[in-house]
Nanobody, 119 residues
């Protein structure tokens, strides 16, 4: 049974930091590209950051470059998102995602964790 369980969300003041974690189980974590997405109220879900299966490559949304860092620990089946210099516009539900396959036919999602940044 595939599970992605996010944690670490919460309420933080602008300029503060949070570290999100996503614990994976039920699949071979080290072979999947892992990503963090977010969805703010009334907006579409958007990609925040992505890391390849062995961690050799990352990419970020322009809005978070230089502030957020994605990383993974394949020994612990966990992916992280370190978020610094948070802004009110970062407020959203953050989702963990696992993808694999030429057409991303293996595509799993977590339940999401709320991040709220107050001004």
């Amino acid at each position: 049974q595939v599970q992605l369980v996010e944690s670490g969300g919460g309420l933080v003041q602008a300029g503060g930091s949070l570290r999100l974690s996503c614990a994976a189980s039920g699949f071979t974590f080290s072979t999947y590209t892992m990503s963090w997405y977010r969805q703010a109220p009334g907006k579409e879900r958007e990609l925040v950051a992505r890391i390849t299966s062995r961690g050799g490559s990352t990419n970020y949304a322009d809005s978070v470059k230089g502030r957020f860092t994605i990383s993974r620990d394949n020994a612990k089946n966990t992916v992280y998102l370190q978020m610094n210099s948070l802004k009110p516009e970062d407020t959203a539900v953050y989702y963990c995602n696992a993808k694999k396959g030429a057409f991303y036919e293996y595509d799993y999602w977590g339940q999401g964790t709320q991040v709220t940044v107050s001004s």
